[in-house]
């Protein structure tokens, strides 16, 4: 079983949209957690990180379940440049990150 | 401040030769690693350091040596090219180690490398 594990998608959605990914984690000892955005053939740059209590930047809204161990990822009324690879990161062990393998959204108008 | 820079940007190898991707930061980070990122399977950890003079091994180390004798450069060595080796190459850095922060990574813009 992979240390996070997403669906890879794509999700195919009009503009104005509300989109949510899911993300689920294995090591129950996981400390922080955070959504990354990658576009096509370009480095991943943080989008947001994810706390136990929820946060919300805009249309994004990260939360976290511990229990069930997943974090999930809402955007609303999606915009064509929302199209990207969203990526879900785990810090599962000490000085090392685990990120997944991404969820494609594709938004269309 | 340049942020995260990597060079070359794009490099092809024959099986068997070596070369090293620079990977440089000036943002004074401690905190540094080497991901390879293939279709399908996100990004792996290849190597990592929390300092200066400090390095350690990733998910998947084999084939590459790290070092770190400044804060601003950790270099990626390929000893021996293998055409599994094929990947995009990425490098960040954090101001100091993910252990139960929310230090946010900075990458580089990758290295795409093929091996034939």
């Known amino acids: 079983r992979k240390e996070v594990e997403q669906d890879p998608g794509p999700f195919n959605v009009p503009e104005g949209a509300t989109v949510a990914f899911n993300c689920t984690y294995s090591?129950?000892?996981?400390?922080?957690f955070f959504w990354y955005r990658q576009d096509c053939r370009k480095e991943p740059k943080l989008l947001m990180s994810v706390y136990s209590s929820g946060n919300e930047d805009g249309r994004f809204t990260a939360q976290l379940n511990r229990a069930s161990q997943y974090i999930s990822l809402l955007i609303r009324d999606s915009k064509l440049s929302d199209s990207a690879t969203y990526l879900c990161v785990v810090n599962t062990n000490g000085n090392k990150l685990v990120f997944g393998a991404g969820t494609i959204l594709r938004v269309k108008s | 401040n340049a942020g995260v820079t990597q060079t070359p940007k794009f490099q092809v190898l024959k099986t068997g030769q070596s070369m090293t991707l620079q990977c440089a930061q000036d943002m004074n980070h401690e905190y540094m690693s080497w991901y390879r990122q293939d279709p399908g399977m996100g990004l792996r950890l290849i190597h990592y350091?929390?300092?200066?003079?400090?390095?350690d091994q990733g998910e998947v180390p084999n084939g590459y040596n790290v070092s770190r004798s400044t804060t601003e450069d950790f270099p990626l060595r390929l000893l021996s090219a293998a055409p599994s080796q094929t990947s995009v190459y990425f490098c960040a850095s954090s101001y100091s180690s993910p252990a139960g922060s929310y230090n946010e990574q900075f990458f580089g813009p990758g290295t795409r490398l093929t091996v034939l």
């Open positions: 350091s929390v300092g200066a003079g400090i390095t």
């Open positions: 090591n129950s000892a996981s400390q922080s």
